[in-house]
């Protein structure tokens, strides 16, 4: 009888960590744990494919240095590890990294630092979402908005916008100028 149950425990066991394991290597965020040094322990698939290499063990081999080699900026790198042996956990910092081959890009972060029985840091684990697109289209909406700006208070005509009760939400230049009032308190009237 406790052959069985020693038995089925190891079963059981095994078929817990290949549910891990199945979730770990296809998760569509790229999943890792770090030394405080630096250094990669683990790192699955999508981390490495975010990052432009081939496999998580190529990745793991080529990247000796965290900061130096991912952060574009390496002093966000120290303030990330300040901030977890603070904290203990960080989520949703928006840093850039470089790819493999030299490129940047945008993710955003969430780790834990990951400590023994009375306090000590062991090593860092987290998970990385690549958010490139989404800063690439704030960059540009903020882009199109600038001009958007330009173009507005340099015509040689008052321009605004008003709600539906008659309330100001944006001037020219060129309405202040016409009514005498500064654009915050024109902002404050109504029309």
Do not use: H
Not at 16 to 42: H, P, V, W
Not at 96 to 102: M, V
Request: glycine share 8%.
């Amino acid at each position: 009888r406790d052959v069985t149950e020693k038995t089925k425990g190891k079963e059981a066991l095994i078929v817990s960590e290949k549910k891990y394991r199945n979730i770990f290597d296809n998760a569509m965020e790229g999943i890792f744990q770090t030394t405080l040094d630096g250094k990669f322990i683990t790192a699955n698939p999508a981390m490495a494919e975010m990052l432009g290499y081939s496999s998580a063990e190529e990745f793991k081999n080529c990247i000796t240095n965290i900061g130096r080699q991912l952060y574009v900026d390496n002093s966000m790198r120290e303030e990330i590890i300040s901030e977890l042996k603070r904290n203990g956990k960080i989520t949703g910092v928006e840093i850039q990294f470089y790819k493999k081959d030299g490129s940047k890009f945008w993710v955003e972060i969430n780790i834990r630092a990951v400590k023994d029985e009375t306090g000590n840091i062991l090593y860092f684990e987290g998970a990385n979402i690549d958010i490139d697109s989404r800063k690439q289209a704030e960059n540009t909406i903020r882009e199109s908005e600038n001009k958007y700006r330009t173009y507005v208070n340099s015509a040689p005509t008052g321009i605004y916008t008003i709600d539906g009760q008659g309330k100001y939400l944006d001037v020219n230049d060129k309405i202040c100028k016409i009514l005498g009032y500064s654009r915050d308190e024109i902002l404050k009237l109504s029309i």
